[in-house]
């Protein structure tokens, strides 16, 4: 597969708004994708809060594994697993807000006044920022989508008790793993049109290959073969042929994405407890 670099220029100034938010901020809340929660950390953000407390929010718990509940416990206390989609989350993640906080407010409380705490939604494209913000909020408060990218501006959002940052989906500079940086492309958090899909396609599917290869047995009947035969398997279980009999490769391309994207596959964690270890949460 191809280098994988992608850090276009409205990072660059988003970075430089983040960096001028945080002394406004009392807490940082770090959404992670819960399918691949090392791949979707920038150490870059991290770094930018400095000391302030972080919360992690593995968001799209639905689509992930028992193998991201792991992951979870490898950070501590200061993370929780959520489906922001999920009304059921907001109890949860609130709960674990306030716990963040705790000691700050009942200190304010003791001097005789109530603070209002703030804190900034940061995390790399298409984690769900936006969504677990709505579901903060009970109401669609900001711009969401699925597509790497959507928000671009600096907007604080005020709810009962306290506020929140929502911040553009940012990348690292450089991706200096390209293991991250494919798992990334598969998860939807990197633009699709600067990507080759044959590429992703391909890689996504020896990698479930590895680990998950009764899901695709199951789906398209894959047994074993090359990366390019499995290919084969999928076009022929969706009937995805061209004229003449050859594989309409570009459909089955584009399946295998979807059907990994949308949970078609069943939950999937692809980061392992080696992934999280080199880094520092």
């Not at 983040?18 to 691949?36: K, N, T, W």
């Not at 990698?207 to 035969?229: A, F």
């Amino acid at each position: 597969m191809k280098h994988i670099q992608w850090f276009p220029g409205h990072m660059t100034k988003a970075m430089r708004m983040m960096e001028q938010s945080v002394p406004l901020a009392d807490g940082i809340i770090y959404v992670l994708d819960a399918r691949c929660p090392a791949s979707s950390f920038n150490p870059k953000l991290l770094k930018m809060s400095g000391s302030k407390p972080v919360l992690y929010v593995f968001n799209k718990g639905d689509l992930a594994d028992e193998r991201a509940d792991n992951l979870l416990r490898l950070i501590g206390e200061n993370a929780v697993k959520i489906n922001a989609v999920n009304s059921s989350s907001r109890r949860e993640i609130i709960s674990a807000i306030n716990a963040l906080v705790a000691d700050k407010r009942r200190k304010s409380l003791e001097k005789g006044y109530s603070k209002v705490f703030r804190f900034m939604v940061v995390g790399v494209p298409n984690t769900g920022k936006s969504t677990v913000i709505n579901l903060l909020a009970g109401a669609r408060r900001t711009v969401t989508g699925d597509k790497a990218g959507v928000t671009r501006g600096k907007q604080w959002i005020r709810l009962d008790g306290f506020e929140l940052l929502d911040t553009p989906g940012t990348m690292p500079p450089a991706f200096e793993n390209q293991t991250f940086a494919r798992r990334l492309a598969f998860v939807g958090s990197i633009n699709d049109d600067i990507l080759d899909l044959d590429d992703v396609a391909l890689e996504l599917l020896d990698e479930l290959y590895q680990k998950y290869p009764k899901r695709l047995q199951e789906r398209y009947g894959i047994t074993g073969g090359s990366k390019l035969e499995m290919l084969d398997c999928v076009c022929a279980r969706r009937g995805f042929v061209l004229r003449g009999g050859e594989y309409d490769y570009e459909r089955g391309e584009r399946a295998v994405i979807d059907d990994f994207r949308k949970g078609r596959l069943g939950r999937i964690t692809l980061d392992s407890s080696a992934d999280m270890s080199g880094l520092k949460f």
